[in-house]
């Protein structure tokens, strides 16, 4: 792995960590999504200062260079995280559909009793 790679790699963990931090204290990011980032910004850490592990982890996929490795890890793992982020509004566009279906039941209820 060339010594570009990894320093820009120290690079942009560092600045992720900073900035999730700021936005942690500026309660702007729940703590559950910034331990994601958190974690992955160790893991890119992990891989720019210790590049064989990356090297080591390409050869056991059979990829050629460790840069690419790391590049398909890191598509990896943002996909599974979109994956994750897709399920978690799914799940919120439901609940608001039958909180706004419930409200207005119960709107059109005591509008029927007043008309009575």
């Given at each position: 792995?060339?010594?570009?790679?990894?320093?820009?790699?120290?690079?942009?963990?560092?600045?992720?960590?900073l900035?999730?931090?700021?936005?942690?204290?500026?309660?702007?990011?729940?703590?559950?999504?910034?331990?994601?980032?958190?974690?992955?910004?160790?893991?890119?850490?992990?891989?720019?200062?210790?590049?064989?592990?990356?090297?080591?982890?390409?050869?056991?996929?059979?990829?050629?260079?460790?840069?690419?490795?790391?590049?398909?890890?890191?598509?990896?793992?943002?996909?599974?995280?979109?994956?994750?982020?897709?399920?978690?509004?799914?799940?919120?566009?439901?609940?608001?559909?039958?909180?706004?279906?419930?409200?207005?039941?119960?709107?059109?209820?005591?509008?029927d009793?007043?008309?009575?």
């Amino acid at each position: 792995m060339s010594i570009s790679l990894r320093i820009i790699l120290i690079a942009v963990s560092v600045l992720t960590v900073l900035f999730m931090i700021s936005k942690i204290r500026k309660t702007k990011l729940q703590i559950e999504y910034a331990i994601f980032w958190l974690g992955f910004s160790v893991l890119l850490l992990v891989f720019s200062i210790f590049p064989q592990i990356a090297m080591w982890m390409s050869d056991i996929c059979g990829i050629e260079s460790p840069a690419n490795f790391i590049f398909l890890f890191v598509i990896f793992i943002l996909l599974i995280n979109q994956f994750n982020m897709t399920i978690k509004l799914s799940n919120a566009e439901s609940r608001t559909a039958g909180i706004i279906q419930e409200t207005a039941i119960r709107e059109k209820m005591k509008k029927d009793e007043k008309c009575d």
